[in-house]
């Protein structure tokens, strides 16, 4: 079901900065971790999902309306479930 919502004080902030600097990175800051040791892909994988499924609100993106309004639209029928590829595991 899809929950269609205007945007938060903070979040049209955000929407702006982001508008005002696009294809800039300023609000992800990518990180690489190695890790140590065996992994048990399949625990990985369902600890991620495990914590995608319990914050609906990483569904939620900005979509403009017709008279070009940002509003946030949470679609909790999308679903994670991604395989990881096995190179990002070694």
Do not use: W
């Amino acid at each position: 079901m899809k929950t269609i919502a205007p945007l938060s004080k903070t979040q049209y902030g955000l929407y702006a900065e982001c508008i005002a600097h696009q294809g800039e990175v300023c609000y992800n800051i990518p990180y690489l971790y190695t890790l140590d040791g065996s992994l048990d892909e399949e625990q990985l994988r369902k600890a991620i999902e495990a914590a995608v499924a319990a914050h609906p609100t990483l569904f939620t993106r900005i979509e403009l309306t017709e008279q070009g309004d940002p509003m946030q639209v949470i679609d909790d029928s999308e679903t994670f479930s991604r395989a990881l590829p096995k190179q990002a595991l070694r």
